[in-house]
């Protein structure tokens, strides 16, 4: 079913409505973030060979094996008081920053399965499966090299996690199993838990949504995004779907070029206002018209 313009959220965060606040501090810094760099001092683990794929970079051009961050480093430990206290006041952080009225407009962008394409390869050999708890640690370790916006994007997953437990998908380097990205799949059957997120439509018994991707800093640039994530859309058919929608800022090119390579394409726009430090969010979604060419846009 197609989608016309119409308002799909309109509410009132309530006390200890934790989800809204971090989405809102998500939402801004998705837009502002996927430029962070400057990974932190990371040991590096002596390289395994790496499978040869079909279609792969050769092993002898391969980057080294992807690093791994020391325990030294490591500033978040699994039920640490302050690492916890940190989280909240940057989640905070990025809803005041938010003001009194924010906009924001994102792409809905879809693929359809029935629609093959080329997968991408991305520059490491990788592979995907369901995230276990011992990859969070690795894929949002927190280093004191990081900047805040890049701290804000994962205090903010590491929350959602706590929200959404079960749905999240993970790339690993094959060469190691160390795992590289991050991002959850739900179904239609997830439409109460993802209307308590705010900011998506509600998804057609056909329809799954891919959201929160996340790779590393230290292990950006690799084309591990795009090739993730047309990998773990095709998984969406092992939960009914035959359509996989994904919401990106309209400025957050790298996502949307990672998107695009992962065969997704803009289909709806959707237009967020969020009022009074984000307690208040109002969503439209819209179906782009066929001619419009924000559809066929190369981002
Ligand atoms: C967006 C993101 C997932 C891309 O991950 P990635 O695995 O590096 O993606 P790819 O290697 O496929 O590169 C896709 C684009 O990301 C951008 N990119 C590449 N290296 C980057 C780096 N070191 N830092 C920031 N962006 C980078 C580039 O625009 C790249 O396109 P290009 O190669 O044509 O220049 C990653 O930057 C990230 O986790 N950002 C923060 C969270 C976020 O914005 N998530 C998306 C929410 S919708």
Known sequence: MRRSSRTQTCRVADPGDDVNVEHSAASFLDSHADRADAP????????????????????????????????????????????????????????????????FTRYGLRRDLAVPITNPNAKVPISVRPLEPSDLPIL????????????????????????????????????SGTPCYM????????????????????????????????????????????AAMALIAERAAEIGAQKVLTFVGDDNIGSLKGCQRAGFHPDLL??????????????????????????????
């Not at 706590?162 to 998908?169: L, T």
């Not at 307690?279 to 190369?298: H, M």
Request: charged share 25%; hydrophobic share 35%.
């Open 183 to 226: 991002q959850w799949l739900f179904g239609a059957s997830e439409n109460p838990l993802i209307r308590t997120f705010g900011g998506f439509p509600r998804l057609e018994p056909d329809e799954a949504l891919l959201e929160n991707a996340y790779t590393p800093v230290a292990c950006r640039g690799l084309g591990i995004m795009s």
């Open 40 to 103: 932190g001092p990371l040991m590096a683990l002596p390289n395994t060979a790496p499978s040869e794929e079909a279609g792969a970079t050769p092993a002898a051009e391969l980057p080294g094996q992807l690093p791994r961050t020391s325990a030294h480093d490591v500033v978040m430990h699994e039920g640490s008081r302050s690492a916890r206290l940190r989280e909240i006041k940057l989640l905070i952080d990025g809803r005041l920053r938010l003001g009194l009225r924010a906009t």
């Open 140 to 175: 949002l370790a927190e280093n004191n090299h990081l900047e805040p916006q890049e701290r804000v994007q994962i205090a903010w997953r590491k929350d959602f996690y706590k929200k959404a437990p079960e749905g999240c998908w993970v790339a690993v380097d094959e060469r």
């Open 270 to 299: 959707n237009k967020r206002v969020r009022l009074l430090y984000g307690t208040i969010s109002s969503d439209t979604f819209e179906t782009l018209p066929a001619d419009d060419p924000r559809r066929t846009l190369q981002f």
